[in-house]
């Protein structure tokens, strides 16, 4: 932290649960204050998650480059401020991710001496972690985040201590993780507690009521901005209606707080309590920000991590929302974020289609359980059926309130409250949500309210994924009707392709692969890929297709075949433009002819098993330049020789780069067995899919010469 100039930093390791990062230590700001965060998936888009996928540092040197990458760090932490991030791994040993918080330099980029010095401390990090777990330690993170304290605050000089006691305003002096250090008498007269009961403490203990989530913001903006912060505050309810102007004043080396009487504001917070099954929820629901009184006559304010996160889950899941493309997306992300909001265990989305209810995603139930609900008709009397047709949200306080409304009904073994949820988009009915809870609990109006809101963007974002996932089946049907079915059996060479679509987005893109018989003896092997996804690319690649196929039969050279397929593109238009490697094999001699647009240099496999990276000569991408030339290489194949084409999905890895993943290509071409073909065709490509998260796709084309003229 001091290293990089930084006033706050932590460490996230890996926990026991796949894909999940716990915050394992935190020094430099009130741990408390940053509950949200303990928990990050590693697939959502946040600094901390991006820098562990990619092996590479994220540096946001201010709120702006911060908005700009990651919304949805900024809608929860809206202040001016930079941040670090630094992986801590060893080789292909990912461990979790270092963070250092500082103040913000609008404009001027992380120096490369601070880049460094978080570079070396994360590979300290990463060597010790190593060195544990060669000695058989677990370097899993479980529970909750251990704080690491500052120097304890001293009290101070005693002549700013009498300075400061003939103020008439109380007084608090705090370090950087909130603890008391001084405390004026005016500060002591004022909250009725003497110095000793306060110094040394933090402040959300030593004065709970301060810990409202409802105030948690105005604490982060104070630790973090730098800036001065006031607002009001209630003080429970002892003495009853007392409210307090509270002001913090931050500095490198603390924050200043004062406190002094006010009145009721305009505006208050509402009430955020949680109701039990037996609670007088009207009463509760119009009092302002309910807490109860401990022995002491203070108020002990029971606010979880839960029920902290809900300040800002909701326009976490709204920005989320609109990054999700596929129906399952969606789901996983109101799994992520809706759930750790409201403290939810379970969750189930139902999608409406011909008058029934099918179970779309569910998760936290017993295996099979809402078996028997799947496909239910819309006349079913069933609360999930009824918060549809209705369009009127449903809560239950208990298992036993629900069973009391609809007798009968099937009950998994949990006795915890449950909300229904219409998903309406547009006034057309879309499915429901069910959320489930592991005990009973009560819904207070604003997050009744809330819930019913989210509800409504979970909808949109839903109807809009199943346009999306109805475009893709046409995209994967017209992909599948463009690809090769079949590759042509010829005397001497054997011929074996493979393909893979993205698991990201449309998960369909514009590779493809094809071997063209000319009619002149000859053998065309042709490998290409089309920028961007979806639609639009794989109508391309088969527009590209047929083009290189009809300039092949019509016994065009590679140069001729290569350009006119560049002037094709050009002319077509279609604003997107495309790699590829075209080669013309003589099957008896082994010579090729080879020419290249843009696209990654092909493998050379020799009968011995050497294995090389061909370095072809080559132009352009297509679709760029009408004026483009593409010389053309000669090579020979010899008996036993395999070649192999691909396209940059089946080497390029996020943070890594592709001069690697052609590197890992070569050697395991090298070391697999050279026949059967389709078996080395299948080892090269498994590593890849056995990848559940991949942006792009993969073409694979190889090409072995079994016999012929030596």
Not at 214 to 233: I, L, N, T
Not at 296 to 306: K, M, N
Not at 619 to 638: F, K, M
């Amino acid at each position: 932290m001091e290293a990089a100039g930084g006033y706050a930093a932590g460490v996230y390791l890996r926990s026991p649960t796949a894909g999940l990062l716990l915050m394992a230590v935190f020094t430099g700001l009130p741990l408390q204050l940053f509950r949200p965060w303990w928990r990050m998936q590693v697939n959502r888009p946040y600094p901390v998650a991006e820098a562990y996928r990619s092996g590479q540092a994220v540096l946001l040197p201010d709120a702006e480059s911060a908005m700009s990458r990651f919304p949805q760090l900024m809608a929860g932490l809206p202040f001016p401020f930079a941040s670090l991030y630094e992986p801590v791994t060893a080789g292909t040993e990912r461990f979790g991710v270092l963070v250092v918080l500082r103040e913000a330099t609008p404009g001027i980029p992380v120096g490369t001496a601070d880049r460094e010095r978080l570079r070396r401390a994360a590979e300290q990090l990463a060597a010790d972690l190593t060195a544990l777990a060669a000695d058989g330690g677990r370097v899993l993170w479980e529970g909750d985040p251990m704080g690491v304290p500052a120097p304890p605050p001293e009290a101070g000089a005693e002549g700013a201590r009498r300075a400061a006691d003939r103020l008439a305003q109380a007084v608090l002096s705090l370090d950087r993780e909130g603890r008391i250090g001084f405390v004026n008498t005016a500060a002591e007269e004022l909250l009725g507690l003497d110095g000793p009961h306060l110094r040394g403490r933090l402040l959300w203990e030593a004065l709970p009521w301060l810990g409202h989530p409802a105030y948690e913001d105005h604490f982060r903006a104070g630790f973090m901005s730098g800036e001065p912060v006031h607002f009001p505050a209630r003080r429970g309810r002892h003495p009853p209606g007392q409210w307090l102007s509270v002001d913090l004043y931050p500095a490198a080396d603390g924050v200043t707080l004062t406190l002094g009487t006010s009145a009721k504001p305009a505006y208050a917070p509402a009430s955020r309590t949680r109701q039990g099954p037996d609670s007088d929820s009207d009463a509760d629901a119009d009092a302002d920000m309910d807490v109860d009184l401990d022995v002491d006559g203070y108020a002990d304010l029971d606010v979880s991590a839960d029920e902290a996160s809900a300040l800002y889950r909701p326009v976490a899941l709204a920005i989320a929302l609109t990054e999700a493309v596929t129906a399952r997306q969606v789901s996983a992300v109101v799994t992520e974020e809706l759930l750790p909001a409201f403290g939810g265990r379970q969750l189930a989305i139902y999608l409406l289609d011909e008058r029934h209810l099918y179970l779309a995603w569910e998760t936290g139930f017993p295996q099979g359980f809402l078996n028997r609900f799947d496909g239910v008709s819309l006349d079913v009397r069933l609360p999930g059926v009824e918060t549809l047709t209705t369009g009127r949200p449903m809560f239950f306080e208990s298992m036993q309130h629900l069973a009391a409304a609809y007798p009968g009904i099937p009950l998994d073994a949990d006795v915890g409250a449950r909300a229904f949820l219409p998903l309406i988009a547009s006034g057309r009915p879309v499915g429901s949500c069910i959320l489930g809870f592991d005990s009973p609990r009560g819904f207070s109006p604003e997050e009744r309210t809330v819930l019913t809101a989210l509800a409504g963007l979970i909808a949109q974002a839903l109807a809009r994924a199943r346009r999306y996932d109805n475009e893709v089946a046409l995209a994967r049907g017209l992909q599948s009707a463009l690809l090769p079915h079949r590759l042509p059996v010829r005397e001497h060479v054997d011929t074996v392709g493979r393909y893979l679509p993205g698991t990201q987005g449309m998960e369909v893109g514009g590779d493809w692969y094809d071997v063209v018989e000319t009619g002149t003896g000859l053998l065309a092997l042709v490998i290409g890929d089309v920028q961007g996804h979806g639609v639009a690319a794989a109508a391309t690649m088969g527009q590209l297709r047929s083009a290189v196929r009809a300039f092949a039969l019509s016994g065009s050279t590679p140069e001729q075949v290569v350009s006119g397929t560049n002037q094709l593109l050009i002319d077509l238009d279609p604003g997107q433009f495309a790699s590829c490697c075209y080669m013309l094999l003589d099957p008896a001699s082994g010579s090729v002819m080879a020419a290249r647009a843009g696209h990654p240099q092909p493998l050379l496999r020799h009968p011995d098993g050497r294995t090389e990276v061909l370095d072809l000569a080559g132009g352009v991408v297509l679709g760029i330049d009408p004026e483009a030339s593409y010389p053309v290489t000669e090579l020979r194949l010899t008996t036993g020789s395999i070649l192999a084409l691909y396209t940059d999905g089946l080497v390029e890895k996020p943070g890594l780069d592709i001069d690697v993943g052609v590197e890992r290509l070569r050697t395991a071409l090298e070391a697999a067995r050279p026949s059967p073909l389709a078996e080395t065709a299948d080892r090269l490509i498994s590593e890849a899919g056995n990848t559940a998260d991949r942006p792009d796709d993969i073409a694979l084309l190889l090409a072995s010469r079994t016999g012929g003229d030596p």
